[in-house]
């Protein structure tokens, strides 16, 4: 079974019902936005506090519109995401990493694809056994 029919599979025993759990109750998507300037702090800084700060923001403006794919997702988002998941010094950003992550595979195949193409699945996978409890 191909990755975009295990998708549609989710979907379909989801119903309507699936947008509807994904969103979260916040006064304004404006708080959340992220401007370019924020993204390129995202990306390439080397201190955790920004990058978890700015990735939170980034996985609850998924979870609050209501279509996500509204939001920008670009390759290199993914792979900076895929990124943070090896960062074993920092559960927290893993945890935020792999919730993104699966937002962002579950809104469409072709984004699932992307994910699995930058090498998520055998990080989340190894994630199934970390000791910290937050991830």
Not at 3 to 26: F, H, I, Q, T, W
Not at 60 to 69: A, E, R
Not at 82 to 89: C, Q
Request: proline content about 6%; hydrophobic content about 40%; some cysteine.
């Amino acid at each position: 079974m191909s990755v975009s029919d295990r998708y549609e599979n989710l979907r379909a025993m989801g119903g309507e019902s699936l947008p509807k759990k994904r969103c979260e109750c916040v006064e304004s998507n404006e708080k959340l936005l992220l401007s370019p300037h924020d993204m390129v702090a995202l990306f390439w800084s080397s201190d955790h506090d920004p990058q978890l700060e700015r990735i939170t923001r980034y996985r609850k403006l998924l979870s609050t519109v209501k279509s996500p794919t509204a939001v920008e997702i670009q390759p290199e988002f993914i792979c900076r995401f895929v990124n943070f998941l090896t960062f074993k010094n920092c559960p927290q950003l893993q945890l935020e990493a792999a919730w993104v992550l699966t937002n962002i595979a579950f809104e469409a195949s072709e984004y699932a694809n992307m994910v699995i193409e930058h090498g998520a699945v055998p990080i989340l996978v190894m994630l199934l056994t970390s000791p910290s409890d937050s991830v």
